[in-house]
């Protein structure tokens, strides 16, 4: 009994320790650095409140301190390094979830959350990276025989790991029935109340044809936020990326003055590239840094 009360003021001072730590880190990852207080301030009273302290009660002691010392050293990380720069040429990773696989229970089990990040989200960072690596060796060697199927292979795989990276962000065990602050009043400005937003993002998902998904965006250049399904989520294109350059080969782009002659069109079209658009769009995509996998 006296050896378990010892170990339980130890544990008293190590969680008062990590508190002052854990509030001195200089992180950008304000939910994460709650979530550790919480945790800590949690385990600290439990050292304070328990009379009787036992095996079982030190051995869960024990596993909670094993998470809370993991999401320290996310945080520690974020201080030192919150963004890659830039990830080379297939080199993405899987990122780590932001909680545990059984976290999201009952709601979401804990078998479909391992098999949805370590199998499915993974073979998007596999199929991206290859793909990557393929058009690579194909600009090396001059050869783009088969660039219309590594093109669809980036557009498939890339899509699916940058909305995956965003759909494990947007979840939490904490989740909350209503938003706050300024998306609620976004949401009952476009949408007239949360409860139509509501019904409307539902009904977009059930009735998504086949698989896809459904997506509340914001529209920059109309100003407001709108709800698209997604049948086919790569589109030829990624999500959560911003434009800087767009050529338009639809036909009625050059068919009056090229006629069916797509590349002629295509190589004088770089004689009218506006680059200092380009460039001012550049410089302010460039200042928008998600976290990079």
Request: some cysteine; glycine content about 4%; hydrophobic content about 35%.
């Amino acid at each position: 009994m006296q050896e378990n009360t010892l170990y339980f003021e130890r544990v008293n001072h190590w969680a008062l320790q990590m508190i002052d730590f854990v509030k001195q880190i200089n992180s950008e990852m304000d939910e994460e650095r709650i979530t550790v207080l919480e945790r800590l301030n949690k385990l600290e009273k439990l050292t304070n409140d328990t009379t009787y302290p036992n095996m079982r009660l030190i051995q869960e002691m024990e596993e909670e301190m094993k998470k809370i010392q993991r999401n320290v050293e996310l945080l520690c990380c974020g201080k030192q390094k919150p963004f890659r720069s830039r990830i080379p040429i297939g080199e993405h990773s899987l990122p780590s979830l932001p909680y545990d696989y059984n976290a999201l229970e009952p709601y979401i089990s804990t078998e479909i959350m391992k098999l949805h990040h370590t199998k499915h989200h993974q073979s998007y960072v596999d199929g991206l990276n290859n793909a990557e690596i393929k058009l690579k060796e194909a600009r090396e060697i001059g050869d783009f025989t088969l660039i219309k199927h590594w093109e669809r292979e980036l557009a498939f795989h890339g899509s699916g790991h940058y909305l995956h990276c965003i759909f494990w962000e947007v979840m939490s065990p904490k989740g909350s029935k209503i938003p706050k602050g300024s998306l609620l009043k976004q949401i009952e400005m476009d949408f007239s109340s949360f409860t139509a937003f509501k019904k409307h993002f539902t009904e977009a998902a059930n009735q998504v044809e086949g698989v896809g998904w459904a997506l509340l965006v914001w529209s920059p250049r109309s100003h407001r936020l709108e709800i698209l399904q997604s049948e086919k989520h790569q589109l030829f294109t990624q999500w959560d990326t911003i434009p800087l350059l767009v050529l338009d080969v639809w036909e009625h782009a050059y068919y009056l003055q090229y006629k069916n002659n797509r590349k002629d069109y295509v190589n004088k079209w770089w004689n009218v590239v506006n680059w200092k658009n380009v460039e001012d769009r550049f410089n302010k995509a460039v200042n928008i840094k998600w976290k990079s996998f």
